[in-house]
């Protein structure tokens, strides 16, 4: 459910027609265009991981083979699938949110209501990218990796974390300029 203060659906066109700076239309463009390819690259991604994972049970069941790298890849896979894919999410305003209040506010109210909750999620949101950077660099710095036999670089998920995290906190950052914007030009 779209609340109206995002460059979402037809927002290329609502950007140029509120006069918004050709920055944040372009920031916008770029950032829909990356999350297009990193929506595509997702779904690759899950194939990848559930072929990944069927692979394992069925070398375990039939041949008793051990698997000591298939869960983990999955499961990098699939971390790396959510933190990348989460800016797309925003985008459509497709996260989990509650809507009782906003049914029950009036227009103006809910406009509030909607940029106070984008202002505190994109707050929470940058701190967490700060302290996946902090977590990527520590692991890349120090060559940690995991305890499994396989042992890849923890400086993988970390990354991938920390741009997922990143994305996200450009694409709040955008819908809060943009609902700024908007409240100007009223």
């Not at 372009?26 to 999350?35: S, Y």
């Not at 690759?44 to 041949?63: Q, T």
């Not at 699938?81 to 103006?108: W, Y």
Request: hydrophobic fraction near 55%; include cysteine.
């Amino acid at each position: 459910m779209s609340h109206g203060l995002d460059l979402g659906h037809g927002a290329q066109a609502r950007a140029e027609a509120t006069h918004a700076p050709p920055l944040l239309v372009a920031a916008h463009g770029l950032l829909r265009r990356a999350n297009r390819l990193i929506l595509a690259l997702g779904s690759v991604a899950l194939v990848a991981a559930s072929l990944i994972l069927s692979y394992s049970v069925v070398s375990r069941f039939f041949f008793h083979a051990p698997t000591y790298w298939q869960d983990e890849a999955s499961v990098f896979l699939l971390v790396g699938v959510t933190f990348m894919t989460a800016a797309f999410v925003q985008s459509q305003r497709g996260h989990v949110a509650i809507d009782a209040l906003a049914h029950m506010l009036p227009p103006g109210a809910n406009r509030v209501r909607q940029f106070v909750v984008d202002l505190f999620s994109f707050a929470f949101c940058a701190f967490f990218t700060w302290k996946s950077v902090t977590l990527w660099h520590e692991a890349w710095v120090d060559g940690q990796v995991t305890s499994s036999t396989w042992a890849p670089p923890l400086s993988i998920p970390y990354g991938v974390m920390t741009a997922g995290m990143g994305l996200l906190s450009l694409q709040i950052l955008i819908q809060v300029l943009a609902g700024l914007l908007e409240r100007v030009e009223r």
